[in-house]
């Protein structure tokens, strides 16, 4: 791991909190300048070590990987305050954030390396949610938006899950590790549970296996986050919306000169497939550069970090064409 920094001084997010950021990011693959540059936005429990030994996505980006680090500067920015190579502590209010506020402060992070443009921005979960934030802050900038179980805007479903998780985080005894136990709930489905356990059972521990998995990452989460960190990332995870103080949604994606490809997930409970498809139609009647696949999986929303050869598949044009045309 090799973390860099960039200082970003007074801040002034949505709600007007003025705030001096330590963003810290990661770079794989060639030296920035040499190959066309990909971002990739980390999830909620994600953090910049995006590919390598560690790495979150390591079977999709890294050494002839779909992503290949031999054609492409892969750049990874950390969320501040996400508790990875920065202090969370800065936090004193988590709800003065939003994920806009966080797509802000990547743009600063670009232009404080000096980048012009970008070949592609990917995300999953709310990574994608921000890559929706930076099209719509830099129209012109970006060549591919990828967002991965994601979508352009928190649905009511998904501020009441969100809801439920800061109850849980400011009144559970046991904060972060409650609020993961449900969580997982949202990130699975109950085929996905059915065929990992079926109903077993943890003899040593008396319980059924379905009760000591969710304890262990409740634990393993525990031990990841601080408090302060996990209030601001559902916080992230409640405000995505392209649309707030802009416009309606048609109106405000024509902006974006990207081409936009959505990927989805059919048993997704989180970002439902439904509105994926319902925004792919909005923008492909409106004359957009949109393009549309859908992961089929039994793992719902946590599929875009399990279904490796289906998003291989879907990815592959992007990546290795421009590969092609630059050869």
């Known amino acids: 791991m090799s973390l860099e920094y960039i200082e970003i001084q007074n801040f002034k997010t949505e709600f007007g909190k003025a705030v001096t950021i330590r963003l810290s990011y990661q770079i794989f693959g060639k030296p920035l300048g040499e190959a066309p540059i990909v971002l990739v936005n980390h999830a909620l429990t994600g953090n910049s070590t995006v590919c390598g030994k560690d790495g979150w996505w390591q079977d999709l980006i890294g050494d002839g990987k779909c992503i290949d680090t031999n054609q492409y500067t892969v750049l990874a920015f950390d969320i501040p305050g996400n508790g990875f190579g920065n202090d969370a502590h800065f936090i004193d209010n988590y709800k003065d954030f939003t994920a806009r506020d966080i797509a802000k402060i990547f743009v600063l992070g670009l232009e404080a390396l000096k980048i012009k443009s970008l070949y592609a921005v990917i995300g999953g979960s ?86 000591s998995w969710l304890i262990h990452h409740g634990k393993k989460l525990n031990e990841r986050f601080h408090l302060a960190t996990y ?97």
Not at 173 to 196: E, G, N, Q, W
């Open 126 to 211: 709310v990574g994608g949610g921000i890559a929706w934030e930076l099209a719509v802050l830099k129209p012109n900038y970006i060549e591919y938006l990828i967002p991965i179980a994601s979508d352009w805007k928190s649905t009511d479903w998904l501020i009441a899950n969100c809801y439920l998780q800061d109850l849980i985080l400011n009144n559970s005894s046991s904060p972060i590790a409650d609020a993961r136990v449900h969580a997982m709930l949202c990130y699975r489905t109950p085929a996905s549970f059915k065929t990992k356990f079926d109903r077993s059972t943890n003899k040593s521990l008396d319980v059924f296996n379905i009760e």
């Open 231 to 327: 209030k601001l990332m559902n916080q992230l995870l409640k405000t995505i919306d392209i649309t707030r103080d802009r416009g309606g949604f048609e109106e405000v994606a024509s902006t974006i000169t990207s081409h936009i490809h959505i990927v989805g997930v059919n048993t997704d409970l989180f970002f439902t497939v439904n509105e994926n498809k319902d925004t792919f139609e909005q923008l492909k009647n409106k004359g957009l550069k949109v393009s549309y696949d859908e992961v089929e999986s039994i793992h719902g929303h946590d599929a875009f970090l399990i279904e490796y050869k289906q998003l291989t598949k879907f990815l592959n044009p992007i990546f290795k064409n421009k590969i092609k045309k630059v050869a």
